[in-house]
């Protein structure tokens, strides 16, 4: 450091999550383990619905894409469409920790994919202050692995839109598979995901996750990302 030089100043991370199983908040329990090791001062705001909804009625609002899945899933100039005109479901959550996100230099935002951002995370969208100018980098984990088109785009598409209408933007995502699907009755979802997990990528599914090489990979070149955008901006010496 030269002489007169103020010291490189550690930015204020607020990490907001939902989690429903348990998943989303284990990777968000360690993003935060990592970025302080790195330097970074991290709150943490863990988002609770005032009444959990019981899983059979949860997909009701996501019925009306259903039947337009295959086209959602072959023909972009639809998937554009879709994502200028659906309806993003909310639900209620109880009164924020942190309701006014001004004072913090990077957002970290988790969420559950339920087709699109679960209901909790999009209801503090829509109430918390002071995201306007705010750098946002999110965080997701569903069962499958990383479909470009089913798992990513119809996810993170939406969320950027959303960050936008808000006047944050959306500064880089990570995508990690849960292993876990709550639906059938027998585990039927889980057992297609591994399916396609094998079929498209040939990798079974466990090493998309947290406990896999590839989750824990994504992981690290997720953090790794953040820590050099502020080494860069002058705010976070760069821990390599």
């Known amino acids: 450091?030269?002489?007169?030089?103020?010291?490189?100043?550690?930015p204020r991370i607020l990490i907001v999550h939902y989690s429903r199983s348990g998943h989303t908040a284990r990777l968000a329990r360690l993003l935060a383990d990592e970025l302080v090791k790195r330097g970074a001062t991290v709150d943490c705001e863990t988002l609770v619905a005032e009444r959990e909804w019981n899983k059979w009625l949860l997909p009701l609002p996501l019925l009306p894409l259903l039947p337009l899945l295959p086209l959602y899933l072959l023909w972009p100039a639809?998937?554009?469409?879709?994502?200028?005109?659906?309806?993003?479901?909310?639900?209620?959550?109880?009164?924020l920790r942190i309701s006014d996100v001004a004072g913090y230099d990077q957002i970290l935002l988790g969420t559950p994919k339920w087709l699109y951002i679960a209901y909790p995370v999009a209801r503090w969208l829509a109430t918390v202050q002071g995201l306007a100018g705010k750098p946002v980098a999110a965080f997701a984990t569903f069962c499958g692995p990383p479909l470009q088109v089913f798992e990513i785009e119809m996810l993170f598409q939406p969320l950027a839109a959303r960050?936008?209408?808000?006047?944050?933007r959306l500064l880089g995502q990570l995508a990690v598979s849960s292993d876990f699907h709550p639906y059938f009755f027998y585990g039927e979802?889980?057992?297609?995901?591994?399916?396609?997990?094998?079929?498209?990528?040939?990798?079974?599914l466990k090493d998309f996750t947290l406990d896999g090489?590839?989750?824990?990979?994504?992981?690290?070149?997720?953090?790794a990302a953040l820590s050099t955008?502020?080494?860069?901006?002058?705010n976070l010496p760069d821990q390599g």
């Not at 090489?213 to 953090?223: E, I, Q, R, S, T």
């Not at 955008?229 to 002058?234: D, H, N, P, Q, R």
């Open 229 to 234: 955008a502020w080494a860069s901006s002058g």
């Open 1 to 10: 450091m030269t002489q007169g030089t103020a010291p490189a100043r550690s």
């Open 78 to 95: 639809f998937r554009r469409v879709w994502h200028r005109v659906y309806w993003q479901p909310q639900q209620a959550i109880r009164p």
């Open 213 to 223: 090489p590839l989750g824990a990979a994504a992981v690290a070149d997720f953090c």
């Open 189 to 204: 979802m889980r057992a297609l995901f591994r399916c396609l997990s094998r079929r498209c990528f040939g990798r079974p």
């Open 163 to 168: 960050l936008d209408r808000c006047g944050a």
